[in-house]
């Protein structure tokens, strides 16, 4: 019963926070077409971290370091970028296979947008969200967990990169083709082990962060070369 309550509320925590972030930005920006893709995207990922701390500081009792937002006890920085490069080049590679046509990142923004909004800013509000707020509130269920190659990835880890994975079926309404979303739900889940996973070691959020950027960092360096 407790497992099912916590999963159930990490859930909830999730819908809440999308939905509200989504509502204020087409409410700021509008629902026009023309509505440039980086403002969108700023005020849905500013509203996101906003929430998710204020999420963090009531949950953890005005305190934000069991959420993650300490340093790091130790981490290996060339593994975060290099396990996040390897699977954001993986999305643009997989949907060229297949045929179909990357969905990110946007190409409507420029290269400074792309940097600032989607390697920078997106994967700091989205980890805060997903590792800092809904993994940290479903740890205390680290306990279950599944063991591959003697490496253990709990339930949190998997929950949180589950719910990053789907977050990615919001682009099926930009017009892109399912089966490339597909694809990049499937590498988002997996940049969300990599990051979840991280994040778990090391007590901290700042890995996880990295694994992001590069996973961002990666699918934008594969689709110029295609280009």
């Known amino acids: 019963m407790r497992l099912l309550l916590k999963l159930l509320i990490a859930v909830l925590l999730w819908i809440l926070v999308l939905m509200v972030s989504s509502a204020l930005a087409m409410l700021v920006v509008g629902q026009s077409e023309g509505a440039p ?11 996101m971290l906003l929430m998710s701390l204020l999420l963090m500081l009531w949950l953890g009792r005005g305190s934000l370091k069991s959420y993650g937002v300490t340093k790091p006890d130790s981490f290996k920085l060339l593994s975060c970028a290099g396990w996040g490069l390897v699977l954001g080049i993986g999305v643009t590679i997989t949907a060229a296979l297949i045929g179909g046509q990357a969905a990110l990142p946007d190409s409507r923004m420029s290269i400074l947008q792309q940097i600032l909004f989607v390697w920078i800013w997106a994967s700091i509000c989205e980890e805060f969200f997903l590792r800092g707020l809904i993994q940290s509130y479903l740890q205390p269920l680290a306990s279950r967990s599944i063991n591959i190659r003697n490496i253990k990835f709990t339930l949190p880890v998997i929950v949180s990169a589950l719910l990053f994975g789907l977050m990615h079926l919001g682009l099926l309404s930009t017009g892109a083709q399912p089966v490339v979303v597909l694809v990049v739900v499937v590498f988002a889940f997996g940049i969300g082990i990599a990051a979840g996973y991280y994040r778990e070691r090391s007590l901290s959020l700042m890995p996880a962060v990295l694994v992001h950027v590069f996973g961002n960092i990666g699918g934008s360096l594969a689709e110029w070369l295609s280009w």
Request: charged share 0%; no cysteine; hydrophobic share 45%.
């Open 37 to 47: 893709t980086w403002q969108v995207g700023l005020v849905t990922h500013t509203v």
